[in-house]
């Protein structure tokens, strides 16, 4: 590093694949799970599909939206409102395919806006943690 006339002034983890954004995530799942098996422990693995669910579809601060949406790039509809969603389908089954290319593109379109949008939240979100932490 004194090569290229670099100074060192942070250290990084021996692990460099973690950011830390694992561990808190794994601690807000951890949260999830003692809350909801409380004095029983042995069943935590029973509960594990429902905390992960409820992990992603809560809203996140940084980003200003919920995981699910972010991957999915739709709000997530709970088991209640599939069957409802399931038969609307089936009743417009008939559709045109250059329509439903369309709404394709558009689609994809608000995916890559609504993941811009995230990356500025988080960013900012960033910056005022930083101004605070200073």
């Known amino acids: 590093m004194q090569k290229f006339g670099v100074t060192h002034r942070l250290a990084t983890p021996y692990h460099p694949q973690t950011s830390g954004q694992v ?6 799942l951890k949260r999830i ?3 909801t098996v409380g004095e029983n422990r042995a069943s935590w693995s029973d509960k594990l599909d429902d905390a992960l669910w409820a992990f992603r579809i809560a809203y996140k601060t940084p980003t200003g939206c919920t995981l699910y949406k972010l991957v999915y790039g739709k709000a997530c509809n709970l088991p209640i409102e599939f069957e409802h969603k399931a038969y609307w389908a089936l009743k417009h089954a008939n559709f045109d395919l ?4 369309d709404h394709k593109k558009v689609q994809h379109n608000e995916i ?8 500025e939240n988080s960013r900012i979100y960033k910056e005022k943690t930083k101004r605070l932490q200073d």
């Open 98 to 101: 250059q329509t439903a290319g």
């Open 33 to 35: 799970i003692e809350r």
């Open 23 to 28: 561990e808190v995530s794994n601690d807000g």
């Open 112 to 119: 890559n806006e609504l993941r811009n949008q995230a990356y």
